[in-house]
Each structure stands twice: as structure tokens, then as C-alpha cells.
């Protein structure tokens, strides 16, 4: 593995991020230290800022010197069972806020976890990197909320949650980052969203875990109701159709396997169909039930949803072994 930068994360009213907050979310502080990462590379442990690869001559911040003399043999067990995998955190130096607590300045947290596959590095989800810092007592960030299809007055609220490592009395943190995992943009990437305030208890989360909590939205019912597989295969059918590749050997035209740089083309064409075909039964039916009039980014997302339902395999992680 190399040295990779990590994604830039978006405020949330982004077209990046559209359609982020269907599903469940994952709502986490936003610390304000230093970006860095840490991976293996030739058996050796390697790190990063957000911008380059570091070492002990050309550190940023004192946290390779952390990592090599401090903790090594937390993170030397660790990359020895996941050796395929990269940690992205926050090291904790002062910055702009200098309200967290005495001891949790210069330290290593943990905010997210990928893992190299021959489809690319691929986001591995809360609840499993959780299992695999904890085994080693890594530091990380939980979460303060799991919120299913948050609303703008939830996220507000989490903002003003975020007490994380710091001091009691002394306010609220840097602000929020919205993780979906199940979420891909427009553009066929994994993208989080953020929320950052100017005002800116973490134990408790970290050990009691967070509350869920779901949202019934109409789009998701209209989705669950009207957006059959058979349109889903229909659509993945005529992709296949259209990059038929030709087999000198053979003599014949032969399906080629799903190439995941056809997903975007899939999502998109699926929600075009479903919305053609369908757009009249689903009027009748809110008109029928006096729902409120259809948001389509909403029910754009809940199909790429229903997709994934249908063809979990396109979407499967190459990691279960």
C-alpha cells in the first residue's frame, strides 16, 4: 500500500452529498486537530498527513514520533491481522479550538477505515472497525446519533451534542460529519457530508453505544411499493446487451461480467425507469392516501437503495473471507 489521500468532506447542502441523509446515518463529532492516516507498507508501518507521506525526518506535528515511540505496539498488533487495511483519523494538536481536555490533546482518533481491494480501497462500516480498534484499545471516534433519514432540526441537534473530549462547561466542539454507508453520489462515489458551527459526554457513547432512531419517509414507501426487480434486472440485462464482447475463439458474441464502473450508469437508469413507468400509479396512490406532494431527490436515493437490495453482490465488499 501507498501513501493515499484522504476524501474531502462537504458541507452538507452540497450537490455532492444529495440524497446522503436517506437511510441510515451515522452522525459523528468533527474534531480540529491535524488529518493523518496510517498504513502498512513492506512490513513497516507508514503514515500521512493530508497531504504527503511523512517520517521521522519530515513528521508534521510530532505524530510519527507518536506512533513509532509511543504506541507502536497497539498499532504493530493491529496492522499484523489487517494488513490490507488504512486508518484515517485525527491527530489531536492544537489548532483553532483549544477547549478539549488536558489529556486528550496528542493523541490519535480514528474516524474512518478502509480496506485495499482489486476494485480500489473500499470504506469498511462503523460497527465493524469498531470491533477490530477496540481488540487493540485503539482511540476513536463514536458516534453521537444513528439516525435513520435525519431531518435538518436532527442534525442541528447533534451539533449541539458534540461534547466530545471536551471540557465540561467549555461548550460544544467543531461541529458534525454525516456518514451514510450505503450512499454513493451522483457521481458514483462514497462522499460525507458536514456541518460546522462556531461553538464549538464521549465516554458515554463510546460505551453505551448510540440510539437509533427511524423515520418512515413516503418516498422509501412508494419505492418499497412500486419498484419491482423485474425493472432492476431489465435495466441490468440491457447493459450487459450493450457491451456484449465478441469471441474470436467462439465465433460469438458473449456477456461480459458486470463491470462496477457501470454502477452509476445501473442507479441512474433504473430510477429513469422506474419513475416512466410507474409515476402514474404512484400519484393515484399519494392522491388516494393524501400523502404530500413527492420530493424526487428523496425517491431517487430509496432506489439506489432498492437496487442495492436486489444485487447486493455488485456492492459486496471483496473482504468476507
Known amino acids: 500500500m501507498e501513501f493515499k489521500e484522504y476524501q474531502h468532506v462537504v458541507k452538507i447542502d452540497d450537490p455532492e452529498v444529495e440524497g446522503l441523509l436517506v437511510g441510515k446515518c451515522y452522525i459523528f463529532p468533527k474534531i480540529d486537530g491535524t488529518n493523518s492516516s496510517l498504513w502498512r507498507e513492506n512490513c513497516y508501518i507508514r503514515g500521512g498527513s493530508r497531504r504527503r507521506k ?19 505496539y497497539a498499532f504493530g498488533n493491529f496492522f499484523d491481522q489487517h494488513t490490507d487495511v488504512r486508518l484515517y483519523g485525527e491527530w489531536l494538536v492544537p489548532h ?61 441537534r447533534c451539533v449541539q451534542l458534540n461534547t466530545f473530549l471536551i471540557k465540561e462547561d467549555s461548550g460544544v466542539g467543531e461541529g458534525i460529519v ?6 454513493v453520489n451522483r457521481y ?52 450487459l446487451i450493450e457491451n456484449k464482447q465478441y469471441d474470436d475463439e467462439k465465433g460469438y458474441y458473449i456477456d461480459p461480467p458486470f463491470n462496477s464502473r457501470w454502477i452509476p450508469q445501473l ?25 404530500r406532494a413527492i420530493d424526487f431527490k428523496s425517491l431517487k436515493q430509496h432506489s439506489f437503495n432498492k437496487v442495492r437490495e436486489y444485487y447486493p453482490q455488485l456492492f459486496r465488499r471483496n473482504n468476507e473471507n
Open 188 to 239: 458514483g462515489r462514497i462522499t460525507w457530508g458536514k456541518i460546522v458551527t462556531n461553538e464549538f459526554k464521549d465516554k458515554h457513547y463510546k460505551d453505551m453505544g448510540a440510539p437509533e432512531r427511524d423515520v418512515t419517509l413516503l418516498e422509501k414507501e412508494l419505492v418499497d411499493k412500486f419498484l419491482d426487480q423485474p425493472i432492476v434486472d431489465k435495466v441490468y440485462a440491457n447493459i
Open 267 to 291: 442507479l441512474n437508469t433504473v430510477y429513469y425507469e422506474f419513475v416512466r413507468e410507474e409515476i402514474w400509479s404512484m400519484v393515484k396512490y399519494i392522491e388516494k392516501e393524501r400523502y
Open 178 to 183: 454525516i456518514k451514510n454507508y450505503n450512499f
Open 54 to 72: 511523512l517520517s521521522l525526518d519530515n513528521d508534521n506535528q510530532g505524530f510519527i514520533n507518536y506512533i513509532a515511540n509511543d504506541v507502536p
Open 96 to 156: 483553532t479550538l483549544k477547549t478539549y481536555r488536558d489529556d486528550a490533546w496528542r493523541k490519535f482518533y480514528v474516524f474512518d477505515v478502509t480496506i485495499s481491494t482489486p476494485d480500489g480501497e473500499l470504506y469498511v462500516p462503523y460497527d465493524e472497525y469498531k470491533v477490530w480498534l477496540d481488540e487493540f484499545d485503539i482511540d476513536y471516534i463514536p458516534p453521537i446519533r444513528i439516525i435513520t433519514n435525519p431531518t435538518h432540526e436532527d442534525l442541528m
